[in-house]
């Protein structure tokens, strides 16, 4: 029913940027708070990024200033954009919708 389907990951340089997308079908994402995850190997799931149903943000301080979370509700859809990127953020990232449903996840590498 409720489907969210992630794609911008990839390989980038340190330095570089990408821009993650989350589709979201079976849901009004417009009454819903949307967050991102990341997870990488031998370390927990962490929050970074979290954007409420009336634009309230709050960033993990790991990437404050260089992340931003942002949705388009009209298209059903929320990004996170990821500036100065290092080796520490190579990770899986995840998108959340009202912390129950889950994106698919994709791949963030940095690396030279």
């Known amino acids: 029913q409720v489907q969210l389907v992630e794609s911008g990951g990839g390989l980038v340089q340190p330095g570089g940027s990408l821009r993650l997308s989350c589709v979201c079908s079976g849901i009004t994402l417009r009454d819903w708070g949307v967050e991102w995850y990341r997870q990488a190997p031998g370390k927990k799931r962490e929050s970074v990024a979290r954007l409420g149903n009336l634009g309230t943000t709050k960033y993990s301080d790991s990437v404050k200033g260089r992340f931003t979370i942002s949705r388009d509700n009209t298209k059903s859809t929320f990004y996170l954009q990821m500036n100065a990127l290092t080796p520490e953020d190579t990770a899986v990232y995840y998108c959340?919708?009202?912390?129950?449903?889950w994106g698919q996840g994709t791949q963030v590498t940095v690396s030279s």
């Open positions: 959340n919708v009202g912390m129950s449903y």
